[in-house]
């Protein structure tokens, strides 16, 4: 089941849930996507229309920032917890460990992924890497393409982490939906944040919502237009939907 939530169809859903659904599809050889859905991806996803129909076409869009939580509350999935996507990585970790699924990094760059594999194998030992690769932060050619997914395929693994940020993330796994056989998950930043190169808010903020403030703080010069204008605008278009939704009722 999914909220709407602007033009963005949310998943009802929780960590345990999401990772039933992932191991459901790796068992079926299901080619799908998912997305950690914050107020960034629904408000690109509201001011590109053909952004928007990838967000709506995924297979799970989990509210990975607590705005999208509360907005699920306020328009009446009223049990609804966040599914942060760094720690849906870890949790897909985990199980992938347990059940033996092999996993692979797609995503940042070379030295972010050696350190985060050296993190994931502390963590869980017993984790298949089946591989990772960093493609060139530019525009790939078809052909670069094709020879990226063949690689993945090949590796064997059946969860691919795609670490290229939004848009693009979203772009790249939905061009590969029906061509790579695996569960693609777009977790972000948490590449860099599993690897300890980028620090995450604390807890406490994150529960607060708060945590785009701490993120403003590490990168000011590349955030500042997504916030200050992104989530006043959010706030506006959520105030009207619920507004409109409880007149109707």
Known sequence: MKQKIIKTLVSITSY??????????????????????NVH?????????????????????????????????????????????????????DRATYKQIPIYLYG?????????????????????????????????????????????QASGAKIVFVSLGCPKQEQWMARQQGKLKAVMIGVGAAFSFHSGEVSQAPRWMMKLGLEWLYRLTQEPQRLWKRYFINNPTFLVLLARQVFLEKKSN
């Open 108 to 152: 940042s760059t070379q030295s972010t992924l050696e350190q985060l594999q050296h993190q994931l194998q502390q963590k869980f030992p017993n984790l298949i890497i089946a591989g990772s690769h960093a493609p060139p932060f530019r525009r790939l050619t078809e052909a670069e393409e094709t020879e990226d997914r063949q690689r993945i």
């Open 16 to 37: 345990k849930n999401a990772c039933d659904w992932i191991e459901t599809w790796v068992n079926n050889q299901t080619s799908c996507y998912i997305i950690a859905a």
């Open 41 to 93: 991806v629904v408000m690109t996803g509201f001011w590109q229309p053909s952004y928007q129909t990838i967000i709506n076409q995924a297979a799970l869009v989990t509210p990975d920032g607590m705005p999208l939580v509360w907005a699920m509350r306020w328009l009446g999935v009223k049990e609804q917890t966040r599914v942060y996507g760094p720690d849906l990585m870890l949790a897909c970790c």
